[in-house]
């Protein structure tokens, strides 16, 4: 199983980013999906997460990006974006994708993705 992000890099304050991660392996079940970002000398934060229910998708963010950050999925593709807007100087930081995955043969497992820098200048 694997996660691999794309996107990120550096724009101005008040600009937009879109950031994009896509899951694979054999037999993979994905429930929950997310970012996290972890700036300089500070912890690994939850930025948004994406929980996929047979009634919908339940989704959470951060109180610092409610409003001006839209996580989504596409379940078929196993992808999840993050459209960032109105980005802050406050926002930089190095970006990470998560899934809880379940395969046949290991059950569910916290998978992280790479690390995407998004840098926002002011």
């Known amino acids: 199983v694997q996660l691999q992000a794309y996107g990120g890099g550096l724009v101005q304050a008040g600009g937009s980013l879109k950031l994009s991660c896509a899951a694979s392996?054999?037999?993979?079940?994905?429930?929950?999906m997310g970012w996290y970002r972890q700036a300089p000398g500070e912890q690994r934060e939850l930025v948004a997460t994406i929980l996929h229910t047979a009634s919908g998708d339940r989704i959470q963010y951060d109180p610092s990006v409610k409003g001006r950050f839209t996580i989504s999925r596409d379940n078929a593709q196993n992808t999840v974006d993050l459209h960032m807007n109105r980005l802050k100087p406050e926002d930089t930081a190095v970006y990470y994708c998560n899934a809880n995955i379940h395969t046949p043969a290991e059950g569910s497992v916290s998978y992280w993705g790479q690390g995407t820098q998004v840098t926002v200048s002011s």
């Open positions: 392996g054999n037999n993979i079940i994905i429930n929950l």
